[in-house]
């Protein structure tokens, strides 16, 4: 029977590129693998045929020599044999379906082409929680924080033998970090279960740290806290977190910053809000207050005559700084009237006579309670 030829075999163009050939015959071999296919006969056949073509067509000088010579190329002594000297793809379904298990899995076993031995474990990245005031936050500070972490160990420099000895090849994996396993038509890669992957082991480890190259530590750090930030910011110091293991590099520190609530201000934002209370006699006539502001400092703030509760006045660039840029947010004075309470007899009988002055004076009530009888009018029709 004349064999087909390789492109047909899984597939593709002739021009395809490596990526696409590999893609095809990922596809091809899950879909013929026998162990897929215990019902058809014709299934490991056509593995192998795929398991071929991919043999040839993933080696550049192979796939060069197959479109100038097809076949021939590997028959009779026409340009090199296949694998092991003799027919391409038979025998082995390890090589070619190895690389695309590496591609499959490889990163999940802690690399690919099952190369190299794993590089010493990074330290863990850490949380700080911080939390600060609104004042704070406005201007900025520098903060000294103590976090407990894993630092290296000093009696080892952090090699995790005794006395700084090095480490030795690991004799189960001979340096590798990983171990291959034949499992019928795969050959499976897996860490190696005696050095963990790292291709080293220690044949004295350091009392101090028990061969880890790290020990439990509170450090004193000092962080800057930019003027401007706010719940949920956070704030990455490079290098700060754990220490790796014998000699790895270090995680990360991620400071997240709280700001606590103020009794003055609300902050959305860049902005700032202050409620003011004000008496019923000035927002009727009118006048000036004096409000706080962020920085310790004070404003005069008119008020209009005739103000009501709700009334909003804006002092601008008294808000917060901007975290990145320049500029501030503004201020908003939301104003409070506030009606009198205990009131004396005198007060009362002023009171009243005011209201009986006064119908002029609610045009907002006037309008509602108009509103309320044409209600009720158009209810009674």
């Known amino acids: 029977m004349a064999k087909r030829d390789f492109y047909e075999v899984l597939g593709v163009d002739k021009g395809a590129s490596a990526d696409e050939i590999k893609k095809a015959y990922r596809q091809k071999a899950k879909e013929f693998h026998p162990d897929r296919n215990a019902d058809n006969p014709d299934a490991e056949a056509q593995f192998k045929e795929a398991n071929e073509a991919y043999e040839i067509l993933k080696d550049a000088e192979k796939k060069a020599a197959y479109d100038r010579f097809g076949h021939a190329a590997f ?7 296949g694998p092991r000297g003799g027919h391409p793809g038979q025998g082995d379904f390890s090589s070619a379906f190895s690389d695309v298990f590496d591609d499959l899995f490889g990163d999940f076993m802690g690399g690919r082409g099952g190369g190299g031995r794993q590089r010493a474990a990074r330290g863990a ?23 407990p972490t894993a630092v290296q160990c000093d009696a080892c420099d952090g090699s995790g033998a005794e006395g700084g000895a090095e480490p030795t090849t690991c004799p189960t994996c001979s340096g590798m970090g990983k171990v291959r396993a034949q499992q019928g038509f795969f050959t499976v890669e897996r860490t190696c279960p005696t050095c963990g992957g790292l291709g080293q082991i220690i044949k004295n480890p350091c009392k101090a ?9 509170d450090r004193a750090l000092s962080v800057n806290i930019p003027a401007g930030v706010e719940t949920g910011t956070r704030i990455r110091l490079a290098g700060e977190g754990e220490a790796g293991m014998r000699g790895g590099p270090a995680g990360d520190l991620y400071i997240f910053i709280e700001v606590s609530k103020h009794p003055l201000f609300e902050r959305e934002g860049g902005n700032l809000f202050c409620r003011v209370p004000v008496s019923m006699t000035s927002a009727a006539l009118g006048g000036d207050i004096e409000v706080p502001t962020i920085d310790g400092g004070r404003s005069r703030v008119k008020i209009p005559a005739g103000s009501q509760s709700g009334r909003q ?19 908003f004075i939301e104003l409070a009237v506030e009606t009198p309470v205990n009131l004396t007899s005198r007060q009362k009988e ?5 209201e009986d002055l006064s119908e002029e004076n609610n045009p907002e009530s006037s309008s509602f309670f108009k509103s309320v009888k044409n209600f009720w009018d158009s209810m009674k029709g």
């Open 75 to 81: 028959e009779g002594g026409m340009g090199g044999g």
């Open 125 to 147: 990245d850490l949380r700080y929680n911080l939390r600060v005031t609104l004042e704070e936050a406005y201007s900025g500070l520098q903060k000294t924080i103590n976090v």
């Open 209 to 217: 740290c028990g061969g880890q190259g790290r020990v439990e530590k």
């Open 313 to 331: 006045m804006r002092l601008r660039s008294k808000g917060m700084p901007a975290l990145r840029g320049s500029g501030s947010g503004d201020m």
């Open 350 to 354: 002023i009171l009243r006579e005011f």
